[in-house]
């Protein structure tokens, strides 16, 4: 049987946490190791972690970010084989099982199959479609990258290349990650036999923020100005163009609603930070 350990970063996850534990401690195959690292979660979650047995916690002093969070969790496991899931994310039984079959010869890291929970909520629905977190329906050896809410390494390469950025503290963080390691040779691998449910249940404005913040935290200009706002907005236009014409074809007319007022509140969000980084 594989040892493995697995680390889950964690910030004001009391609504979610207990239920991905759960799905952690049912696995056909043990972990070998849980830890929780809480980045300064200010809600009960830390109350709930610690009805757990056998669960070791890491508690930041300060919110630290999610990059920041990986390297304390893999940096802290005893094994060689380290698995992360976010904290609203559900494994199904046979994740780890299925996941970690594919972690041999240059395999270095594997990631398995996240599907929305809540479609009947129109917002989910939407980042289902626009935002999906999987590959689809088949394995896939190197694709573009492997989405960090569900995957299983092997801790030496992390080594190798020297963790994960901690200057992406809220996204963008796996797909530069995963760059890193085709660059250094190795490969990567998608399992869409190993699932697991996302627990994420978005209104408008929370949708529309983690919207804006993958786009604004991975984007390719670092240097915030104008220059960037406006190349920004430039394609969030576009964005906006293609799925409202997709949408009204299909006569989704809430869907161009939805996308209309995320386009809004990206303009807003992005001013805002323009304004506070001059």
């Excluded at 220059?227 to 299909?250: D, G, H, W």
């Amino acid at each position: 049987m594989i040892k493995a350990s697995i680390f889950i970063p964690v910030y004001n996850a009391e609504k979610t946490i207990t239920e991905v534990l759960d799905s952690i401690y049912a696995q056909s195959v043990p972990f070998d190791e849980i830890i929780v690292i809480n980045d300064c979660s200010t809600d009960k979650t830390i109350n709930y972690l610690e009805s757990f047995k056998n669960l070791k916690i890491f508690s930041n002093s300060e919110n630290k970010g999610l990059s920041f969070c990986r390297n304390i969790g893999i940096k802290n496991s005893k094994n060689d084989v380290v698995a992360s899931i976010d904290a609203d994310v559900v494994l199904d039984k046979f994740w780890l099982e299925k996941v970690s079959f594919h972690l041999k010869d240059n395999v270095t890291m594997c990631g398995g199959n996240l599907e929305e929970k809540y479609t009947n909520n129109i917002y989910n629905k939407w980042r289902s479609i626009y935002y999906k977190q999987n590959w689809g329906n088949q394995n896939i050896v190197n694709p573009a990258f492997l989405f960090g809410c569900n995957t299983i390494q092997k801790k030496a390469a992390w080594e190798k290349i020297k963790g994960y950025d901690e200057s992406l503290k809220l996204n963008g963080e796996d797909i530069d990650y995963s760059f890193r390691l085709r660059r250094e040779g190795h490969d990567l691998f998608y399992c869409y036999e190993a699932k697991c449910l996302h627990l994420q249940n978005d209104d408008l404005k929370s949708l529309s923020t983690r919207v804006w913040r993958y786009h604004s935290f991975g984007y390719k200009i670092k240097k915030i100005g104008y220059y960037r706002f406006i190349k920004l907005i430039t394609k969030q236009f576009k964005f906006f163009a293609v799925r409202s014409a997709k949408a009204l074809l299909n006569l989704n007319f809430k869907f161009i609603l939805i996308n209309f007022k995320i386009l809004l509140y990206f303009i807003k969000f992005e001013l805002k930070n323009v304004h506070i980084n001059k």
